[in-house]
């Protein structure tokens, strides 16, 4: 079963006018989640308890976000914008994934794809950047794994963007293997080849980054050569994406050349792999994706090859 978590709440996070993380971007995916039969979709989310988004960010700065109330709005850098409502949907979007958690564990071949907003994988401990304020995926990975759901947790980072956030979270934990692809040199910077984790956490943190222009040969050499064997190798007991599509070849933000055609390739190697070692268990949480089209064929792909692949 594929179930997509969604909460109206994450229509009021508001960026500012001209933002590209707008909610017309969850507007455009809730659409498509309309057209396709077969999906189960929840319509409201819990918020996380404080204490699982402690699992991965500093109690000030959860307290610092807490403190920045009223009809205004605030830039946590550049990029990233608190207004009114992004407190409530920045626990919820966390939520929502350690919802979608529980769920896969709880039958085989169970998926989750989260529809949320605000994205979360540049999110660091202390601060948010990058769009994002709680960094959602390291959350449920963190939980899975606290909660004794998980022993081991991979995440596949496809965003074209590093997602420095995620590989800061676990880079000296040897139960997270994370994988990004990436646009490299590009924002935020992070993701070179040899940023490979420390501590126990050494040789668990697997950057591939890209030079602008890659295409969906580089990127299939990449999961060929590195992603599919490493992850064969971790033998997970969950498989969580950073699902980004702004790596495509129309997105505005960036100079990776994807087509829609190979994020359902992507997303069906996954999926094998899931099914191989982790009884099918998938949860996608949606990151970056900012030409409105492009967003929308992409997120259709991606969830009919979660919900119809065997």
């Known amino acids: 079963m594929l179930a997509v978590y969604n909460d109206p709440i994450f229509l009021k996070h508001q960026a500012g006018p001209g933002h590209p993380e707008s909610p017309i971007r969850l507007e455009v995916i809730m659409r498509v989640c309309g057209s396709i039969s077969g999906l189960h979709v929840i319509h409201q989310c819990q ?3 404080q204490e699982y988004i402690e699992l991965i960010h500093k109690r000030e700065y959860v307290d610092y976000l807490k403190g920045l109330k009223g009809d205004y709005l605030y830039m946590l850098d ?14 919820k979007a966390a939520g929502a994934v350690i919802e979608a958690v529980c769920f896969v564990f709880s039958a085989e071949n169970n998926r989750a794809f989260c529809a949320v907003r605000p994205p979360g994988h540049h999110a660091e401990s202390d601060r948010g950047m990058g769009f994002c304020i709680f960094n959602n995926i390291a959350i449920g990975s963190a939980y899975a794994i606290n909660e004794g759901l998980a022993n081991k947790v991979a995440i596949v980072d496809w ?20 994988i990004s692809l990436h646009q490299y040199p590009y924002y935020p910077g992070t993701g070179s080849f040899d940023e490979t984790g420390e501590a126990e956490g050494k040789g668990f943190t697997i950057n591939l980054p890209m ?7 580089e990127y299939r050499q990449a999961f060929n050569d590195k992603i599919l ?7 997970p007991d969950l498989l969580m994406i950073s699902a980004g599509f702004d790596a495509h ?30 009884h099918g268990r998938i949860v996608s949480v949606l990151e970056g994706g900012y030409d409105l089209n492009v967003l929308a064929d ?10 119809n692949h065997e």
Not at 78 to 91: G, K, V
Not at 211 to 217: F, I, L, M, P, R
């Open 159 to 178: 965003d074209v963007h590093h997602g420095n956030g995620t590989q800061h979270a676990f880079y000296t934990e040897p139960k997270v293997l994370y």
């Open 229 to 235: 064997p490493a992850i064969d190798d971790f033998k």
């Open 47 to 49: 918020p996380s308890p």
């Open 78 to 91: 550049p990029d990233t914008a608190f207004s009114p409502f992004s407190l409530e949907a920045s626990f």
């Open 211 to 217: 030079v602008a222009g890659s295409g969906d040969e």
């Open 249 to 278: 070849r129309n997105d505005p933000l960036a100079g990776i050349e994807l087509s829609t055609d190979f994020y359902a390739e992507m997303t069906k190697m996954l999926v094998d792999l899931a099914k191989k070692h982790c």
């Open 298 to 307: 992409s997120v259709k792909v991606h969830l009919e090859i979660l919900l």
